[in-house]
């Protein structure tokens, strides 16, 4: 299996501009997350898709975010417009549910996002 | 609500030092508790888990015992090397809850030659 992908590995953009980021997660997992990593909050979690339904997604920072999974091998991540604030480390990481807590996570290689 | 607390970083050890880095948490239910690694540049990975009180997760020389009397899981290894260098996040799920992991804020190790 080829894990979790995600693309870009590296996005630099202008403030102002729209922001895209995307995941495909490991086949046969039921439930997505976004999180956010920086050096001053740490890891963030963004939002939780379970069977491709948003289920909590309390930890969006703004409007300006919005997330998406239109089937279950493919989620997106919008910012719109993006601010020099946003620049961190955005990881997707699936699981399965199916074995309760017990499951680990398993993340992709993160997206790098800065903006300037 | 639940809640995972490690030790602030960064540990610094010579190669081949006995590492200890400590985890306590709170939860409403009965959690399985998790040690994920950060290798630079990379996303994190489970490094080993316990299910249940008094069970022990091990993985490449690592150790941790699930303690509900204390509510910790204390991340051990014996001989530390050069390339366990990376950043380590206690994580709790919780089984009476909705699954979704809860994370420390990670501590990064640093072992010189």
């Known amino acids: 299996d080829a894990g979790v992908i ?6 630099v953009t202008e403030m102002g501009q729209e922001v895209t980021l995307r995941c495909k ?6 439930s997505l997350f976004w999180y956010r990593q920086t050096m001053m909050r740490g890891l963030e ?3 939780y898709f379970n069977n491709n339904v948003p289920i ?14 239109p089937n279950a091998s ?13 620049s961190a480390v955005y990881f997707c990481a699936s699981s399965s549910i199916s074995g309760g807590a017990g499951n680990e996570q398993f993340f992709g290689p993160g997206t790098r996002l800065t903006v300037l | ?4 607390t490690q030790m602030e970083g960064p540990v610094t050890l010579s190669e081949e030092a006995f590492l200890t880095i400590n985890c306590t948490y709170t939860a409403t239910g009965y ?6 690694v950060q290798y630079p540049g990379e996303g994190l990975q489970l490094l080993l888990k316990a299910t249940k009180a008094d069970d022990k997760g091990s ?29 380590y996040f206690c994580a709790l799920s919780d089984q009476g809850g909705s699954y979704i992991p809860t994370f420390g804020r990670g501590t990064s190790l640093i072992v010189h030659p």
Request: aromatic share 10%; charged share 25%.
């Open chain 1, 74 to 86: 493919f989620s997106t991540l919008k910012i719109q417009p993006s601010e020099p604030r946003d």
């Open chain 1, 6 to 11: 995600q693309s870009p590995r590296h996005e």
């Open chain 1, 45 to 47: 979690l963004l939002i």
């Open chain 2, 31 to 36: 959690p399985s508790l998790f040690w994920y």
């Open chain 2, 1 to 4: 609500g639940d809640s995972v």
């Open chain 1, 56 to 69: 909590d997604d309390s930890g969006m920072p703004e409007d300006r975010f919005s997330a998406k999974m």
């Open chain 1, 25 to 30: 997660p490991i086949s046969g997992h039921n």
């Open chain 2, 59 to 87: 993985n490449k020389g690592f150790e941790a015992t699930y303690r509900k009397e204390t509510t910790s899981f204390h991340l051990e290894k014996g001989s530390v090397q050069v390339s366990d260098s990376a950043v």
